[in-house]
């Protein structure tokens, strides 16, 4: 800790924005990692929801902070936000790769969650976040043209990171809305989570653990439930609040961009000129580069 102590609130902010950047970028390469394995999503999720739930309740109980857990918004959190969201998103990265995911989820990701924000909360749309969103509109009607010229095929892995990305807009504006603290939120979903889950996978899912790699299952277990279900959590909330929700924002959504990059010599997966377009409208229309430029032009 003596190192944190002597670095300024700006450059711990920074740092707890490289850690969650990380952590962010490696989802994808590990959860496409899930299909080389042959590990079976309801396998993942059961790894994720149940060991963060036993890391967290005796951490909550010893705090003896669990009041929160008996309020009926978490259920709906954990439904659309945790268990809807992460079966969807695993499962399209278990059939599509990772650049898929990067367009398909988090370049629509804002777009949903945008529309379900103005519908439900009736918060408009700024000019700057109108033309990020024009961005994103206009890039996947591009790519459409361009995969039907040339016989690309539009797979049920697109299709899930699609409803993913709308489970993630809808989760985010339910947050604005409701208003929970950061540890809150990701207590009180993991647990909901491993309590409605478990029961449901002991009752209908047959377990594929006996012909997965003890190896690999402990790097995804350790990985989907400590490294991004609570430390990514918990960096990300205090770079938020040490250097501001748009730097933090922006520099930890560059991350799944580099990740499609780097699937390409680790997964040995291809980008062709159609998700070559995806990728750098995404870019474009997610993370609003123009909005540092004006910061910076700034006296």
């Given at each position: 800790m003596k190192f944190f102590r002597h670095l300024s609130t700006t450059q711990q902010g920074y740092l707890f924005t490289i850690i969650t950047m990380c952590i962010w970028g490696s989802f994808g390469l590990l959860a496409r990692m899930n299909a080389y394995w042959q590990i079976q999503v309801w396998d993942v999720l059961l790894l994720r929801f149940g060991i963060a739930a036993l890391v967290l309740i005796p951490i909550l109980w010893l705090k003896k902070d669990y009041r929160f857990l008996f309020?009926?918004?978490?259920l709906i959190l954990a439904l659309v936000g945790s268990i809807g969201y992460c079966t969807l998103v695993y499962s399209g990265f278990f059939y599509a790769p990772v650049a898929h995911g990067v367009v398909f989820l988090n370049g629509t990701f804002p777009l949903f969650a945008a529309l379900i924000g103005y519908v439900v909360l009736k918060q408009g749309i700024?000019?700057?976040?109108?033309?990020?969103?024009?961005?994103?509109?206009a890039t996947l009607l591009l790519m459409a043209v361009m995969m039907i010229a040339d016989n690309a095929r539009f797979g049920i892995g697109d299709v899930f990171f699609i409803l993913s990305g709308a489970c993630w807009g809808l989760f985010s504006v339910l947050l604005r809305q409701w208003n929970f603290?950061?540890?809150?939120?990701?207590?009180g979903v993991a647990i909901w989570s491993a309590i409605l889950y478990i029961p449901a996978y002991v009752l209908f899912v047959e377990p594929n653990f006996a012909n997965n790699q003890p190896v690999h299952l402990v790097i995804q277990g350790l990985f989907h439930s400590i490294f991004v279900v609570i430390i990514a959590t918990i960096s990300y909330a205090k770079a938020v609040a040490q250097i501001g929700v748009f730097q933090a924002g922006s520099i930890a959504n560059l991350a799944p961009f580099i990740a499609s990059l780097l699937a390409v010599p680790l997964l040995g997966e291809m980008i062709?000129?159609?998700l070559l377009l995806g990728l750098i409208g995404m870019a474009l229309g997610a993370l609003q580069p123009w909005r540092w430029l004006q910061k910076t032009q700034k006296p």
């Open positions: 309020d009926w918004r978490m700024d000019k700057h976040t109108g033309i990020g969103l024009g961005i994103i509109v603290s950061a540890w809150h939120i990701m207590s062709d000129a159609t």
